[in-house]
């Protein structure tokens, strides 16, 4: 108990606020840098956002007379995920609606049999 009273003697006080100050500043940016992080949000795509992107993929593929009022569109979904699949006359396009990623790209056309 002697050696605790001593520790808080007036000389050591400022050497304890600041040590606590520099502990709490340790803490918070732990925190900041490892603690939980925010969901990012990703702005879904529309139907027409979509086209745009399949022309502008087709074309760098080399398609020439790219029409997009020809194309079939389907809107699927796999493992969870949402994408449309677009088709030219010579590719097909896959574009995830969250995010307007390009998965994938093929020659196959892909038909709507149902």
Known sequence: MKKLKELFIKDNLPIIIVSC?????????????????????????TYEEAISKA???????GELNVDSKSFEVLKTSRDGIEY?????????????????????INSVIVQNDY
């Open 84 to 104: 449309y699949y677009i088709s030219s006359k010579e590719n097909t396009v896959e574009i995830a609606i969250k995010g307007g990623k390009v998965n994938r």
């Open 21 to 45: 100050i520099i502990i709490i500043a340790v803490i918070a940016l732990i925190w900041y840098y490892v603690g939980p992080k925010k969901a990012e949000t990703v702005a879904e795509i």
């Open 55 to 61: 022309v502008t993929v087709f074309q760098d593929q």
